[in-house]
C-alpha cells in the first residue's frame, strides 16, 4: 500500500508549512485558539492573526476582558470572525469554569468545549501535549479514500480505518499534508493529477476528470 512512501514524499515536498509549525509555539491555549480561527480560513490568514491575537491574549482571563466586538476586531478579516469571536470567550470560561483555566489533555475534555470538534481536538493533543491523535477534516478523509488506502464514509470512520494504517509518528504530519495537498493538488473536483508527487501511488478512486 506504500503508505509510509507516500507520506515521505509529501514530507518532502511541503515540509513543515503551516502556521502551527511556523509559529513554533506549543502553548495549548495558543493551539486551541489558533485551530479554532483556523476552520474555512488559509493559513496564510490565520497565522499572523492569531500570533498578534496571542501577543495581547495568551491566556482564559486575559480573553474574557474583552468583549465580542474587541477580539473581532482582533481576527478580523477571518473567515466567520463574529461567531469565533464568540467563540473564544465561550472557550475561554468553559476552561476558566471547569478546569482552573487550563487547557485540558484528554479528547473527552476537549470535545466539551463548545467550537472544538475531533480535528481541533486531536491538533491540540498531538501538538501541545505530545499525546498521539490523529486529526481528520474533509482532505483527510478525501485524499486516503482516493489513493485506495481505506473505504469509509465519514470522517470518524477514516480515523478508526487510519489509525491502524499509519505508524503514530506520522499521525500529525497526515492532516497537515493532506490539507496542503488537498489544497493545491488533490481538489475535490478535477486534481491536478498530472502535478502529483504521489500519482504512482494512488489508485484515482473516483476521479472522473483530471488535469
Known amino acids: 500500500m506504500n503508505v509510509t512512501k507516500v507520506i515521505q514524499l509529501l514530507k518532502k515536498e511541503y515540509g513543515k508549512t503551516f502556521f502551527l509549525a511556523k509559529s513554533g509555539s506549543k502553548n495549548p491555549f495558543y493551539v486551541l485558539i489558533s485551530c479554532m480561527l483556523s476552520h474555512r480560513t488559509k493559513d496564510e490568514v490565520t ?4 500570533k498578534q491575537l496571542y501577543k495581547k491574549v495568551n491566556t482564559p482571563q486575559k480573553m474574557l476582558k474583552l468583549t465580542s466586538k474587541q477580539i473581532e476586531k482582533l481576527v478580523y478579516p477571518i473567515s466567520f470572525y463574529k461567531t469565533k469571536a464568540k467563540r473564544l470567550r465561550e472557550a475561554s470560561k468553559k476552561l476558566i ?5 487550563k487547557v485540558p489533555n484528554t479528547m473527552e475534555e476537549l470535545l466539551t468545549i463548545k467550537g472544538v470538534g475531533r480535528k ?3 491538533i491540540v493533543l498531538t501538538h501541545s501535549f505530545n499525546i498521539p491523535a490523529l486529526p481528520i477534516d474533509t482532505h483527510c478523509h478525501r485524499l486516503p479514500n482516493r489513493l485506495g488506502w481505506i473505504k469509509t464514509k465519514s470522517p470518524e470512520e477514516t480515523e478508526l480505518q487510519l489509525m491502524k494504517l499509519i505508524p503514530k509518528k506520522y499521525w500529525l504530519d497526515i492532516n497537515e499534508l493532506f490539507v496542503k495537498h488537498g489544497q493545491t493538488i488533490c481538489k475535490p473536483i478535477s486534481p491536478f493529477c498530472s502535478k502529483c508527487t504521489i500519482k504512482k501511488y494512488c489508485k484515482r478512486v473516483n476521479v472522473k476528470t483530471s488535469r
Open 120 to 122: 481541533t481536538a486531536g
Open 47 to 50: 497565522y499572523p492573526i492569531a
Open 97 to 101: 469554569k471547569d478546569y482552573k483555566g
